[in-house]
């Protein structure tokens, strides 16, 4: 036994109460200690307990339980399968507009008040506008079951940001302001179901205004069924705004909901 996994042992015993517990070491074949932790922790009663060294694992238990743990290491320590992990990142979103315009020429006594912009007769323009779109980004990389993937691209775009020296005059600097998405996720799969954690970014430039940098960001663990989508959560908002003149009104308003969602696959089958 060498230094390490004896160092573990001693630590188990420090922190369990279980008087009868017995230990063991158990050799992995094909999975790293880290994934089969997290597969085992959920199945351990409060009172027994499990470390790891790279391809080992020292188990605390009774030796009935033990002899339990090692049959499911066995079931779980098989050789990994390829899996492929696509992001949907799917959007809609609906805007209007409406107003009206007065253009005209007003005579009095002293004089003439004109709005006219076309140097023609009094007028009314009345204008109505609306759009509705929608957008799909879908994202995918392979990867081994248990191993982490990452996946992500990136957009710089030029911007000038102004500044003022310490004489007080102006200053313009050119920045690269960076957009990305991407995603890095850890898939455990569990006959049917996978389990995931999952961080996911998606930047972009506001379409109202290219200087305004939208930053949409998930870190959450799921689980479902092998092949299905998984969704990981919605974004949604809107925006209102209404201008009054004298000769003119208008309102627009704009809304959008963004929802992300993930599906694993089996690249073996």
């Not at 060294?53 to 499911?72: F, I, P, T």
């Not at 069924?225 to 308003?253: D, F, V």
Request: glycine share 8%.
């Amino acid at each position: 036994m060498n230094l390490l996994v004896r160092n573990l042992c001693c630590l188990l015993l420090l922190c369990s109460n279980l008087a009868l517990a017995e230990m063991r070491v158990i050799q992995l074949q094909y999975r790293q200690d880290s994934e089969m932790i997290r597969l085992l922790q959920p199945l351990l009663n409060p009172q027994e307990r499990v470390a790891g060294n790279g391809q080992q694992l020292v188990l605390q238990a009774d030796s009935g339980r033990l002899d339990e743990l090692q049959a499911l290491i066995t079931t779980f320590d098989t050789p990994p399968r390829r899996l492929l992990i696509t992001l949907d990142d799917s959007g809609s979103g609906i805007s209007s507009e409406q107003g009206v315009d007065m253009q005209g020429r007003i005579h009095g006594r002293h004089g003439e008040i004109s709005t006219d912009r076309y140097n023609g007769s009094n007028r009314v323009e009345i204008r109505r506008y609306s759009s509705q779109g929608s957008n799909s980004g879908t994202r995918s990389i392979q990867t081994l079951e248990g191993s982490a993937a990452f996946i992500s691209t990136g957009q710089q775009v030029p911007q000038q940001q102004w500044s003022y020296d310490h004489h007080g005059r102006p200053v313009v600097q050119t920045i690269q302001r960076e957009a990305r998405q991407g995603f890095y996720v850890i898939p455990s799969v569990q006959g049917d179901r996978v389990t995931l954690e999952v961080d996911s970014r998606n930047d972009h430039f506001s379409r109202q205004n290219p200087r305004i940098l939208e930053q949409q960001a998930v870190s959450t663990r799921v689980s479902g069924y092998l092949g299905q989508w998984i969704e990981l959560g919605s974004i949604s908002g809107g925006s209102a705004h209404n201008s009054s003149e004298i000769t003119s009104r208008s309102k627009s308003y704009s809304s959008h909901n963004n929802t992300l969602r993930i599906k694993v696959q089996l690249m073996d089958e």
